[in-house]
């Protein structure tokens, strides 16, 4: 059975990276011991240190995945960045859930 894969929209570049960073990580490990495979787009924040890139290009790179993923969780928190994930989302049809809770209960009906 193929595992159902979950795109973390959630902030980044607002308040403390790092933090943000850690929240979102801590979401997809919710995830992953529920049974999906979540992709973390905050994980390229080491690639970003090591060979920096504009913010657009790491943007286009991250909905490259999304479109991938089967659906979308979108973490709390004010950024403008999530929420455009969530509009492409939109556009392309593709689940969006507003908390895991939501996400969970869900996605076990199916």
Known sequence: MNKRTVYVASPYSMGDTVLNV?????VADILLRNGFIPFVPHLTMLWHLISPKPYAEWMEYDIEWLK?????LRVDGTSRGADGEVAVARDLTIKVYYSIIELLDEEKKT
């Not at 850690?22 to 801590?26: G, L, T």
């Not at 991938?68 to 979308?72: E, L, R």
């Open 68 to 72: 991938k993923c089967d659906m979308v």
């Open 22 to 26: 850690r929240k979102a990580v801590e």
